[in-house]
C-alpha cells in the first residue's frame, strides 16, 4: 500500500511558476510509475505528466516531472502557467513491470488546489 501527500499547490499569477511535491510513504517509489492528473469541476480528469523507473516521461508542454527516489517524492513544474491550467491536481501510482505509463493508476493522493489569476 503507498500513501501519497500532495503539496504545493496555492494561487500562481498567469505566466509564473509553481512546483508541486508528492511524498510517498508505505513503500518506496523505484519501482512504481507516477503521474500527476488535474480535474476541474465538469471536465473528465486528465493526465499532465507521468514517469517510470527508467525515466521515460510523457508531459504536456509547459510542465516537467521529476522524481527523487532517495527521498520517495515526485515533483511537477508547472511554467508559464495560464488560467486554464487552474485544477485539482493530483498525484498517482501504479505498479507496472513494463513501465508503461498509460491505463489505471492504484493510488491516488487527496489532491492539491492550483489557482492561476492575478
Known amino acids: 500500500q503507498v500513501q501519497l501527500v500532495e503539496s504545493g499547490g496555492g494561487l500562481v499569477q498567469p505566466g509564473g511558476s509553481l512546483r508541486l511535491s508528492c511524498a510517498a510513504s508505505?513503500?518506496?517509489?523505484?519501482?512504481?510509475?507516477m503521474a500527476w492528473f488535474r480535474q476541474t469541476p465538469g471536465k473528465e480528469r486528465e493526465r499532465v505528466a507521468a514517469?517510470?523507473?527508467r525515466g521515460t516521461r510523457s508531459v504536456k508542454a509547459r510542465f516537467t516531472i521529476s522524481r527523487d527516489n532517495a527521498k520517495n517524492t515526485v515533483y511537477l513544474q508547472m511554467n508559464s502557467a495560464k488560467p486554464e491550467d487552474t485544477a485539482v491536481y493530483y498525484c498517482?501510482?501504479?505498479?507496472?513491470?513494463?513501465?508503461?505509463?498509460?491505463?489505471?493508476?492504484?493510488?491516488w493522493g487527496q489532491g492539491t488546489q492550483v489557482t492561476v489569476s492575478s
Open positions: 508505505g513503500r518506496t517509489l523505484g519501482t512504481y510509475v
Open positions: 514517469i517510470n523507473w
Open positions: 498517482a501510482a501504479k505498479v507496472s513491470d513494463s513501465g508503461d505509463l498509460g491505463g489505471a493508476y492504484d493510488y
